[in-house]
């Protein structure tokens, strides 16, 4: 872990959810916070294997039901739209939630094409689109005139008011484990969140991050650090790998067995507090949870986890 990022002094610990209809949205919301849980984050994709809400609808809704709660993006597939329309969604996000409230994480995904397809986007494009996405959106947050003129967005003078209630805009996280993704945080955002990655790849990104930011003349104030991390607790470690392995085999579409036994956080809690104390000794600061099992289950190993995992790592 590097010196030159400013992490966080507190460790902070989300729910990765989703919510089915009204009553499923107030049962989460009232849970989640009931078992001290700091933030809520949802997943986006247009079209994926599975069911998925447009996540930012979904958390306007959520913030409503407790104000009090950090809500986040986990990730939100930029290329996908255009920035201008985006930067308008998330700057009433940001107003409606009150300010510090919200975090945008996006990224670029590309682990299922026939969505680039449908949103009429090569997927060849989505790092650059991405890149420039980015510069647009905060500008556009300033509430100045903002004309632009790049490879992939081209637009005359206009003026987008009112600006988000966060002063300079929600912060942008960036997720991803990539070369391109990695350059991109220290270029363009104000924290990184990467995803399927070990304790030391997490290290490794900051030294990478803070490196780039110093050829780019770029010194950070603050720097937000989450990982979205798979989680399953068991009665031994054998019994939560075989449910790791079935639903994140079944979410993705591939055998991910080996894939879960080297990123997930998985077994007693005690062996998951373990895991998630070398991620955070590499630099985490918002433990983002994200249970995998039977959706029956789902619940009760948030809870478990609330209860049983979290006290071990605050001591």
Request: aromatic share 10%; net charge positive; charged share 25%.
């Amino acid at each position: 872990m590097s010196d030159a990022i400013p992490l966080n002094s507190k460790i902070r610990f989300g729910a990765i959810t989703t919510v089915s209809d009204r009553e499923h949205a107030l049962k989460t919301v009232r849970s989640l916070s009931e078992w001290g849980y700091d933030s809520i984050w949802t997943g986006d994709h247009v079209a994926f294997t599975g069911p998925m809400d447009d996540p930012l609808t979904q958390l306007t809704y959520l913030s409503a039901l407790n104000p009090s709660l950090i809500f986040g993006t986990s990730i939100y597939l930029l290329p996908l739209r255009h920035p201008a329309t985006v930067a308008k969604m998330v700057a009433t996000v940001d107003r409606l939630m009150g300010a510090g409230h919200f975090i945008f994480g996006v990224g670029v995904g590309g682990e299922f094409p026939p969505e680039y397809e449908a949103c009429g986007v090569p997927l060849k494009q989505r790092g650059g689109r991405a890149n420039e996405g980015i510069e647009i959106i905060k500008r556009l947050w300033t509430g100045e005139p903002v004309e632009y003129r790049g490879k992939y967005f081209n637009f005359g003078k206009i003026t987008m008011l009112p600006k988000p209630r966060t002063p300079g805009g929600p912060p942008v996280w960036i997720g991803g484990r990539a070369e391109g993704a990695l350059r991109r945080a220290a270029r363009l955002g104000d924290g990184w969140m990467p995803y399927v990655v070990t304790p030391k790849r997490v290290g490794e990104g900051l030294e990478f991050i803070a490196r780039e930011a110093g050829k780019a003349g770029r010194k950070f104030a603050s720097f937000g650090t989450a990982i979205h991390l798979f989680v399953t607790l068991g009665p031994s470690y054998e019994d939560a790998l075989d449910v790791a392995a079935e639903y994140l085999s079944k979410r993705y579409a591939m055998d991910f067995r080996e894939a879960a036994k080297r990123y997930g956080a998985i077994g007693r809690p005690a062996d998951v507090a373990a895991r998630i104390d070398e991620f955070v000794k590499a630099g985490i600061r918002d433990v983002n949870v994200d249970i995998v099992s039977s959706p029956a289950e789902r619940d009760a190993q948030h809870e478990q986890f609330a209860r049983e995992v979290i006290p071990i790592l605050r001591r």
